[in-house]
């Protein structure tokens, strides 16, 4: 399986490249901005956008992906008619075809199709052998996540507990592998593409984790378990992966925990979310940034009560928490379980069953919410203070 995560790592990165390439030019920026159709409209956002970048960023992933791994290919969102963008076989090909959605800008045409042809070399991962069968694989794709922060371009945002609330460090790239038969998240590779600013040359660099969890298997490329630490030096080329053995994540001896909570959230959960943590609760932009904090141990848990989270937005993010002994949690479905007198079964988002009646987008959307967790017992911490929320 190194060859898949391998692929995919490799992807990500070469759909980090092309998200800051068409960031860089403030006037290529503009242009490659188009207006989401009206079906695919996210409800949280009035003006909600899908971008050239998007569409470019996806149909690499699939060309690259899609190259070593045919059968598993499945993608989160089949765009419209609006934009046509393929990578083609030679980048000539790919910057022609470019040119005619750019309105004959043969310039940033060449640009976006020298990156999207580059090869990058990654670092040997060095996952150790595992033998997933092929045929079972499903991915989902987010091309870019928090589409709202990456246009809005903030560059000198603050962050608080080493968490941004805003800005382009809150823009990821989620590339998420799940079982097609049950539906469990099996690898995933979470891109940060603006995660350093150099002050000097105001260029951005990226970083990117990975985990893989499969049966009794674990292996990721962080450590299982840190707080608030310095994260520089355990993403990317991390010097050895660390393989995990499945229930074996340390046991926390904490009364109390810290939050990541979307702006978004209901003033509901929010109250009693910051009566629980206190000073330890956090807002940021992003659902895969959010989960990314948990994933870093910056926060125990991100709570979502809302339906506006997709399986795009989780899938990848789930499987790197699954393989440092966490997981995401569908909310609703838990405190119903609870309801029932049920505390030992809790219910993880599955990704390959669609929400029943329901059309477009909203198909895949996480209907019960979710609760993104390292340690069983933050769960069941939050479990236990919302458990008088309506389900
Ligand atoms: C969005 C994006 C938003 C998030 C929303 C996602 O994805 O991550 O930031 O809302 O749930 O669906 P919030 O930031 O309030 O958590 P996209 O940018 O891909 O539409
Ligand atoms: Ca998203
Ligand atoms: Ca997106």
């Given at each position: 399986?190194?060859?898949?995560?391998?692929?995919l790592?490799?992807?990500?990165?070469?759909?980090a490249?092309?998200?800051r390439?068409?960031r860089?030019?403030?006037?290529?920026?503009?242009?490659?901005?188009?207006?989401?159709?009206?079906?695919e409209?996210?409800?949280?956002?009035?003006t909600?956008f899908?971008?050239?970048a998007d569409?470019?960023v996806?149909?690499?992933?699939k060309?690259?992906?899609?190259k070593?791994?045919?059968?598993?290919?499945?993608?989160?969102t089949?765009?419209?008619?609006?934009?046509?963008?393929?990578?083609?076989?030679?980048?000539?090909?790919?910057?022609?075809?470019?040119s005619?959605?750019?309105?004959g800008?043969?310039e940033?045409?060449?640009?976006?199709?020298?990156s999207?042809?580059?090869?990058?070399?990654?670092?040997d991962?060095?996952?150790?052998?595992?033998?997933?069968?092929?045929?079972?694989?499903?991915?989902w794709?987010d091309?870019?996540?928090?589409?709202?922060?990456?246009i809005?371009?903030?560059s000198?945002?603050k962050?608080?507990?080493n968490i941004y609330?805003h800005?382009?460090?809150?823009?990821?790239?989620?590339?998420?592998?799940y079982?097609?038969h049950?539906?469990?998240?099996?690898?995933g590779v979470l891109?940060?593409p603006?995660?350093?600013?150099?002050?000097?040359?105001?260029?951005?660099?990226g970083q990117y984790y990975?985990g893989?969890s499969?049966?009794?298997?674990?292996?990721c490329?962080?450590?299982?378990?840190?707080k608030?630490?310095?994260?520089?030096?355990?993403?990317?080329?991390?010097?050895a992966?660390?393989h995990?053995?499945k229930?074996?994540?340390?046991?926390?001896?904490?009364?109390?925990?810290?939050?990541?909570?979307?702006?978004?959230?209901t003033?509901?959960?929010?109250t009693?979310?910051k009566?629980?943590?206190?000073?330890?609760?956090?807002?940021?932009?992003?659902a895969?940034?959010?989960?990314?904090?948990?994933?870093?141990?910056f926060?125990?848990?991100?709570?979502?009560?809302?339906?506006?989270?997709?399986?795009?937005?989780c899938?990848?993010?789930?499987?790197?928490?699954?393989?440092?002994?966490g997981g995401?949690?569908d909310?609703?479905?838990?405190?119903r379980?609870?309801?029932?007198?049920?505390?030992?079964?809790?219910?993880?988002?599955v990704?390959?069953a669609?929400?029943?009646d329901?059309?477009?987008?909203?198909?895949?959307?996480?209907?019960?919410?979710?609760?993104a967790y390292?340690s069983?017992?933050?769960l069941?911490?939050?479990?236990?203070l919302?458990?008088?929320?309506?389900?």
């Amino acid at each position: 399986m190194s060859d898949v995560i391998a692929a995919l790592v490799h992807a990500s990165e070469k759909a980090a490249k092309i998200a800051r390439a068409c960031r860089l030019e403030e006037s290529l920026f503009g242009l490659l901005i188009e207006e989401k159709k009206e079906g695919e409209k996210n409800k949280k956002f009035v003006t909600d956008f899908k971008t050239l970048a998007d569409v470019l960023v996806q149909e690499v992933i699939k060309h690259d992906v899609g190259k070593q791994l045919l059968t598993f290919m499945a993608l989160s969102t089949t765009y419209g008619e609006k934009i046509h963008v393929k990578v083609c076989e030679t980048e000539q090909e790919t910057a022609k075809l470019l040119s005619k959605v750019l309105d004959g800008n043969m310039e940033a045409a060449e640009v976006l199709a020298r990156s999207a042809h580059q090869n990058i070399v990654i670092p040997d991962l060095d996952t150790g052998k595992i033998d997933i069968p092929q045929d079972r694989l499903g991915v989902w794709v987010d091309p870019i996540d928090s589409t709202f922060q990456y246009i809005k371009g903030i560059s000198d945002s603050k962050p608080n507990n080493n968490i941004y609330s805003h800005g382009l460090q809150c823009v990821t790239i989620l590339i998420g592998v799940y079982d097609l038969h049950s539906g469990t998240p099996i690898m995933g590779v979470l891109n940060q593409p603006f995660a350093v600013q150099d002050p000097e040359t105001q260029r951005w660099s990226g970083q990117y984790y990975w985990g893989i969890s499969y049966g009794t298997t674990n292996v990721c490329s962080l450590r299982p378990h840190s707080k608030n630490r310095d994260v520089s030096s355990e993403s990317n080329s991390v010097p050895a992966p660390h393989h995990l053995k499945k229930g074996s994540a340390a046991d926390l001896e904490e009364e109390h925990f810290s939050a990541v909570l979307s702006t978004g959230e209901t003033v509901c959960v929010k109250t009693l979310l910051k009566g629980a943590c206190g000073d330890n609760i956090h807002y940021a932009a992003g659902a895969g940034y959010k989960s990314l904090c948990v994933v870093l141990g910056f926060v125990d848990v991100y709570v979502f009560s809302e339906d506006t989270t997709f399986k795009w937005d989780c899938c990848s993010p789930h499987a790197i928490l699954k393989s440092l002994g966490g997981g995401m949690a569908d909310l609703r479905e838990c405190l119903r379980r609870r309801q029932d007198g049920n505390l030992e079964d809790c219910s993880e988002l599955v990704y390959n069953a669609p929400v029943q009646d329901a059309k477009g987008a909203d198909r895949w959307a996480n209907k019960g919410g979710l609760v993104a967790y390292r340690s069983r017992k933050h769960l069941d911490a939050v479990l236990n203070l919302l458990s008088g929320i309506s389900v």
